[in-house]
Structures are given as C-alpha cells and as structure tokens.
C-alpha cells in the first residue's frame, strides 16, 4: 500500500507543476472557459465526472459552486469498480 501512496504522491506533484506551466494553465483557462457559459445562474452545482485531482472541482468551489467529484477507480478491470466521490460545498 505504501508504494500506491508513493506512486500517486509523485504523480500528483508531477501534475500540479504541469498546470503552474503556461501551456497547464492556457489548458485549464480554455476548458474553463467553456463551461463557464452554462454556469451563468445562481445556486447552480457541478457534477464533475472523472475529476481526478480535482483541480477543476476545487476551482469551482473557491467560485462559490456546489461541486461533486466522482471517480471510476478499476481495482480489478471488469471484476470490481469502486467509486470515489468528494463533495465540496
């Protein structure tokens, strides 16, 4: 178990420095962009489906949103699915 923590600590780091690049930030500022035209209205919340890290669902929520992220972890392919849900209000 361990060496999955370690694993998944390095990946993340590795990730979090993609998106401090300009080309990780013009990503995220792009896809941003798109969805903020359907979140015009107030009390809305977000389903964010295969989240992640859940950059874009923490970005949402320092907005003001009511966020869910939801993860399809494959413990064993096609045997076992186990979910990971993160709610952020």
């Given at each position: ?6 694993a ?14 300009p ?45 869910t ?21």
């Amino acid at each position: 178990m361990a060496s999955k923590a370690a694993a998944f600590s390095k990946s993340i780091q590795s990730y979090l420095t993609y998106t401090k690049m300009p080309w990780g930030q013009l990503f995220y500022a792009t896809a941003w962009h798109q969805i903020d035209r359907f979140l015009e209205g107030a009390g809305q919340s977000i389903l964010d489906v295969g989240c992640g890290f859940g950059i874009t669902s923490s970005a949402y929520a320092r907005r003001g949103k009511a966020v869910t992220g939801l993860v399809l972890l494959y413990v064993k392919p096609w045997k076992h699915i186990a979910v990971n849900i993160l709610k952020i209000d």
